[in-house]
C-alpha cells in the first residue's frame, strides 16, 4: 500500500517556476516508477514526466527542456521542477507510484496566468 501527497501548486505568471513535491508512504517507494500526470476538465489524464528506481526520466514532447523530475529515495520523495510556465500548463498535477498496482495522490492545482 502506497499513500502520496503533493504540494508546491499556485498561480504562477506566464515565464515563472514552481516546483512540485510529492511524498509517499506506507510501502516500500524505491520499487515503483514514479510519475507525474495533469489533468484539465474536459481533457484526459497526461502524462507529463515518470522516473524509474534508478533514475531514468523519461518527458512529455510539450514540456521537454522546461521541466525535470527527481526522486530521492531515501526520503521517499519525488519533485517535478517546471520551468518556463506557459498558461497551457494550467492543470491539477497528480504523483503516482506505478508498479503491478498504481497509487495516486490527491493533485495539487497550478495555474499559470496569462
Known amino acids: 500500500q502506497v499513500e502520496l501527497v503533493e504540494s508546491g501548486g499556485g498561480l504562477v505568471q506566464a515565464g515563472g517556476s514552481l516546483r512540485l513535491s510529492c511524498v509517499a508512504s506506507?510501502?516500500?517507494?524505491?520499487?515503483?516508477?514514479m510519475g507525474w500526470y495533469r489533468q484539465v476538465p474536459g481533457k484526459q489524464r497526461e502524462a507529463v514526466a515518470r522516473i524509474t528506481s534508478d533514475g531514468n526520466t523519461n518527458y512529455a514532447d510539450s514540456v521537454k527542456g522546461r521541466f525535470t523530475i527527481s526522486r530521492d529515495n531515501a526520503k521517499n520523495t519525488v519533485n517535478l521542477q517546471m520551468n518556463s510556465l506557459k498558461p497551457e500548463d494550467t492543470a491539477v498535477y497528480y504523483c503516482?507510484?506505478?508498479?503491478?498496482?498504481?497509487?495516486w495522490g490527491q493533485g495539487t492545482q497550478v495555474t499559470v496566468s496569462s
Open positions: 506506507g510501502s516500500i517507494f524505491s520499487s515503483y516508477v
Open positions: 503516482a507510484a506505478l508498479l503491478l498496482k498504481s497509487y
